[in-house]
């Protein structure tokens, strides 16, 4: 009886375990790995962006590299791998992902270096290593030089030839070639992209052919830029004198073609076209002209409700090294330090409060000295010395780039302890080159200022590497 009963126990053990093993066999193998889609497909060769693999057989990651180097921030989903990018070498990159079950390899590539950047309304546009140009964000009349008119671009598109400068706008575009050559494009309804025509451009047309420049800035309707022989030339709508060529041309018939600024001493280091006036240095001092609002955008202590009525270049009270201009206030680096004018609203002057102010006045809490300001519609920015970036102003969409929404009426450091080269402040979104080229933005982004797709944004009230 015994021995059947073991007998009995030793079938059933059997069964068990073979069961079992029965199991085990019939579990499904880990899959392979496999990269179906990398976005962005062109990462950034300072490093510092995020990076998403799309896929499957992403089970037990060991490792994620790109370009031979491990990554940061690895963030493993369903079908889905997030990670930052370190630094790598220009050029066709693999980025290689290592399971229990295997490894996985798609090519990547790696730009070169951001050297500048300039933010208009709602698109963005910078120039990379050695000398390339890009565009992206709101294609609205064709600023972006290319790709389907009124579309969102959301990753930078390059522009052919090679340049020294870019300058966004709020409806056009501009940039001077390696050959000095001046180009823009875009809206032309008021004459702005200069070539002598009212006629909207999509792509690039050369403006004063036969003519070098070394410096341009396009605002609001209007357009300025400086000659090799730096003399100041600009063009398009005058109706408040914007153009500083001692007319006003409020009857419409607004000069298509570079027209030369008067007064000043005629030898400039920088002009900046705002809204409806426009600013500028020359050896003889700091020069303001076109609008001059209740609040005193010119910065001469004066205040008119309508148009400055001799529309040409009036002195300010001080010798600015570099300047930038909004749409209604500007600002200027003054002894090593900040100055703005004009409205106030929203804390844009950085004075602590929101009135206007129609002199250059000092910003609050004035710290190490400052290297350059920008400008932006309801917003401001500078880089310090130790080259840190401080906003404030209007912080609806994140602007001020400190994290937050809420509105700053001083100085405030941009999150992220980041160091820069060089910042450019556009309407409601700010971007800025950092110390290692890579490309930085925050604020709005909904129509692509970022260069970046929207999914992949964590947080645009912070600095977002893009790009």
């Known amino acids: 009886m015994r021995a059947r009963?073991?007998?009995?126990?030793?079938?059933?053990?059997?069964?068990?375990?073979?069961?079992?093993?029965?199991?085990?066999?019939?579990?499904?193998?880990?899959?392979?790995?496999?990269?179906?889609?990398?976005?962005?497909?062109?990462?950034?060769a300072a490093g510092g962006m995020v990076v998403e693999l799309r896929g499957r057989g992403f089970a037990k990651v060991r490792s994620v590299r790109l370009g031979g180097k491990p990554v940061t921030g690895l963030r493993v989903r369903a079908g889905r791998i997030t990670f930052t990018a370190p630094a790598a070498v220009a050029g066709t990159r693999w980025v290689v992902v290592r399971t229990a079950a295997g490894r996985a390899r798609r090519a990547v590539l790696v730009r070169q270096a951001w050297t500048s950047v300039s933010a208009g309304r709602s698109y963005t546009c910078g120039i990379r290593r050695p000398h390339t140009a890009w565009c992206w964000g709101d294609n609205l009349n064709g600023v972006v030089g290319g790709g389907p008119v009124g579309a969102f671009i959301r990753s930078p598109r390059q522009l052919p030839g090679e340049w020294r400068q870019i300058a966004a706008g709020s409806l056009s575009t501009c940039g001077i070639r390696l050959d000095k050559s001046l180009w823009c494009w875009g809206y032309n309804a008021e004459g702005q992209v200069g070539d002598g025509t009212t006629t909207t451009r999509k792509v690039p047309v050369r403006v004063a052919p036969g003519t070098t420049w070394r410096h341009v800035s396009v605002g609001l309707s209007h357009t300025c830029g400086i000659r090799t022989d730096r003399t100041a030339w600009c063009w398009g709508d005058d109706d408040f004198g914007e153009l500083g060529d001692g007319a006003v041309t409020g009857d419409g018939a607004n000069p298509h073609l570079p027209a030369q600024v008067g007064g000043g001493a005629g030898t400039?280091?920088?002009?900046?076209?705002?809204?409806?006036?426009?600013?500028?240095?020359?050896?003889?001092?700091?020069?303001?002209?076109?609008?001059?609002?209740?609040?005193?955008?010119?910065?001469?202590?004066?205040?008119?409700?309508?148009?400055?009525?001799?529309?040409?270049?009036?002195?300010?009270?001080?010798?600015?090294?570099?300047?930038?201009?909004?749409?209604?206030?500007?600002?200027?680096?003054?002894?090593?330090a900040t100055r703005c004018w004009g409205t106030g609203s929203f804390g844009r002057l950085g004075t602590g409060a929101t009135a206007g102010a129609a002199v250059p006045t000092p910003v609050a809490g004035a710290g190490r000295p400052t290297l350059a300001v920008t400008t932006g519609d309801s917003h401001s920015c500078s880089l310090d010395s130790r080259s840190v970036v401080l906003c404030w102003g209007r912080n609806q969409a994140g602007e001020v780039g400190d994290g937050t929404s809420s509105q700053r009426r001083r100085p405030t450091v941009v999150a992220g302890r980041l160091t820069f080269k060089q910042v450019s402040s556009g309407y409601a979104h700010t971007c800025a080159v950092t110390l290692a080229g890579a490309l930085v933005c925050w604020g709005r982004s909904g129509e692509g200022q970022f260069g970046y797709p929207a999914a992949l944004l964590r947080d645009p009230r912070r600095p977002t590497v893009v790009g």
């Open 5 to 44: 009963s073991l007998l009995t126990l030793a079938l059933v053990s059997a069964l068990v375990l073979g069961g079992a093993a029965g199991a085990a066999d019939a579990r499904p193998k880990p899959r392979k790995p496999a990269i179906t889609a990398v976005t962005p497909s062109v990462v950034g």
């Open 268 to 336: 400039w280091s920088s002009v900046e076209a705002g809204s409806y006036f426009t600013c500028g240095i020359d050896i003889g001092g700091t020069w303001c002209w076109g609008e001059n609002s209740a609040d005193g955008q010119l910065g001469t202590g004066e205040t008119y409700a309508e148009r400055d009525k001799s529309p040409t270049p009036l002195l300010l009270g001080v010798t600015a090294t570099q300047l930038d201009v909004g749409a209604d206030h500007a600002c200027a680096v003054v002894a090593a």
